[in-house]
């Protein structure tokens, strides 16, 4: 029987847990929602000795930079059907251009932010990995509705900037294709059909809710954390081409519009 370890079953991961248990999976996680101890070595050994296939949707480490992950366990990881969900902030600022997975990485250009990740993102390539870039990921309870409702909304004067996204149903909808399919190790990004500004979908949330949207603000104005305003710093359009070619994967939701559609 297929057996999945998963490595922190956030938000993402329970999506991804939940559509392969309908599919007759067994899966395992580490992380406050599963029952292995990330910490006790020997119940992780025994976990991954059950384990045909391993996932890991753990970030690197705020402070250290490195991969808990890989840290930890990197040794026993060797040789085995890997999966890593990553982000597509490993491509750092493109003023705007289409990005896709032969664009170098901030760790081959030396430049942009987030390097933690870019390394963490190559070190899974390096041991073999199925590797998911994900742009802004959004989905139940997760929005920009529930932001709009909650008046957390915002709205920031930046002229041309422009981001991708995908729906939580679609990044699962991607890595069980890769998982079922036994796809070949490299990287993969999953992300909608439709970039687009922040300012537009916070437009078209305000007008399903029929709220007014909130006022434009510039960076300065808004008050943004260090996270907040490092997001912004970054403009990119992320092509999916290679997740359809090679995964056979067609989001569900293939623009914010229905994204919000069907969230309402």
């Given at each position: 029987m297929a057996h999945l370890l998963i490595f922190g079953l956030g938000y993402?991961?329970?999506?991804i847990a939940a559509s392969l248990k309908t599919l007759g999976w067994s899966v395992e996680a580490t992380g406050s929602a599963g029952a292995v101890d990330f910490a006790d070595a020997q119940a992780v050994h025994a976990a991954l000795e059950r384990?045909?296939?391993?996932?890991?949707?753990?970030?690197?480490?705020?402070?250290?930079?490195?991969?808990?992950?890989?840290?930890?366990?990197?040794?026993?990881?060797r040789d085995r059907a890997l999966f890593y969900l990553s982000s597509t902030g490993v491509y750092g600022d493109q003023q705007g251009a289409w990005v896709d997975e032969a664009t170098p990485t901030v760790v081959e250009t030396g430049a942009g932010r987030r390097n933690a990740r870019a390394e963490a993102d190559a070190a899974w390539i390096e041991l073999g990995a199925r590797v998911f870039r994900l742009p802004g990921i959004y989905g139940p309870g997760r929005s920009t509705l529930d932001r709009v409702k909650t008046g957390k909304a915002r709205r920031i004067d930046l002229p041309g900037q422009v981001f991708s996204r995908v729906h939580v149903d679609d990044i699962a909808s991607g890595v069980v294709a890769a998982l079922t399919r036994d796809a070949p190790s490299g990287a993969y990004n999953l992300g909608d059909d439709l970039p687009a500004s922040g300012n537009a979908v916070t437009e078209h949330?305000?007008?399903?809710?029929?709220?007014?949207?909130?006022?434009?603000?510039?960076?300065?104005?808004?008050?943004?954390?260090?996270?907040?305003?490092?997001?912004?710093?970054?403009?990119?359009?992320?092509?999916?081409?290679?997740?359809?070619r090679v995964l056979d994967w067609r989001p569900k939701l293939p623009t914010y519009i229905e994204g919000l559609a069907d969230l309402l």
């Amino acid at each position: 029987m297929a057996h999945l370890l998963i490595f922190g079953l956030g938000y993402t991961a329970k999506r991804i847990a939940a559509s392969l248990k309908t599919l007759g999976w067994s899966v395992e996680a580490t992380g406050s929602a599963g029952a292995v101890d990330f910490a006790d070595a020997q119940a992780v050994h025994a976990a991954l000795e059950r384990a045909t296939h391993v996932l890991s949707s753990v970030p690197p480490d705020r402070a250290s930079g490195d991969d808990p992950v890989l840290s930890a366990y990197g040794e026993a990881l060797r040789d085995r059907a890997l999966f890593y969900l990553s982000s597509t902030g490993v491509y750092g600022d493109q003023q705007g251009a289409w990005v896709d997975e032969a664009t170098p990485t901030v760790v081959e250009t030396g430049a942009g932010r987030r390097n933690a990740r870019a390394e963490a993102d190559a070190a899974w390539i390096e041991l073999g990995a199925r590797v998911f870039r994900l742009p802004g990921i959004y989905g139940p309870g997760r929005s920009t509705l529930d932001r709009v409702k909650t008046g957390k909304a915002r709205r920031i004067d930046l002229p041309g900037q422009v981001f991708s996204r995908v729906h939580v149903d679609d990044i699962a909808s991607g890595v069980v294709a890769a998982l079922t399919r036994d796809a070949p190790s490299g990287a993969y990004n999953l992300g909608d059909d439709l970039p687009a500004s922040g300012n537009a979908v916070t437009e078209h949330a305000c007008a399903l809710l029929g709220l007014e949207p909130p006022k434009l603000e510039t960076l300065e104005e808004a008050s943004l954390s260090e996270m907040a305003r490092g997001f912004y710093s970054e403009n990119r359009r992320v092509a999916n081409g290679k997740a359809k070619r090679v995964l056979d994967w067609r989001p569900k939701l293939p623009t914010y519009i229905e994204g919000l559609a069907d969230l309402l």
